[in-house]
Nanobody, 129 residues
Framework: DVEIVESGGGSVQPGGSLRLSCAASGVTFDDYVMGWFRQAPGKAREGVSCISAGEGITFYGDSMKGRFTISVDNAKNTVYLQMDGMKPEDTAVYYC??????????????????????WGQGTVVTVSS
């Protein structure tokens, strides 16, 4: 069975940093694209970033480029999202998700349609002074 568990959310001031973790069991990063998504209050869920570790590919949503960094630790089967230069508009529930590589590439249409195969429960991030 696949299980995805996010952690690392919390409150941070504007300009600050947070690192989110996504522990994934039942998937191998060579065979799955891992993605981070977020849903702000009253807004639709949107793609943040994805990584295809087996292909060495990463992708970021436009508003995250240059501020967020996605990475994996294969030994720990964990995906990280390092968020720097955070803004109040980054406030959201952040979700980690897995997509079998045969179902779509990292950064492809599924990044925008959110048609990932497995999802975690989310972790709350608040950016406020």
């Amino acid at each position: 069975d696949v299980e995805i568990v996010e952690s690392g959310g919390g409150s941070v001031q504007p300009g600050g940093s947070l690192r989110l973790s996504c522990a994934a069991s039942g998937v191998t990063f060579d065979d799955y694209v891992m993605g981070w998504f977020r849903q702000a209050p009253g807004k639709a869920r949107e793609g943040v970033s994805c990584i295809s570790a087996g292909e060495g590919i990463t992708f970021y949503g436009d508003s995250m480029k240059g501020r967020f960094t996605i990475s994996v630790d294969n030994a720990k089967n964990t995906v990280y999202l390092q968020m720097d230069g955070m803004k109040p508009e980054d406030t959201a529930v952040y979700y980690c998700a897995a997509l079998a590589r045969e179902n779509g590439p990292c950064g492809g249409q599924v990044f925008y349609t959110l048609e990932y195969d497995y999802w975690g429960q989310g972790t709350v991030v608040t950016v406020s002074s």
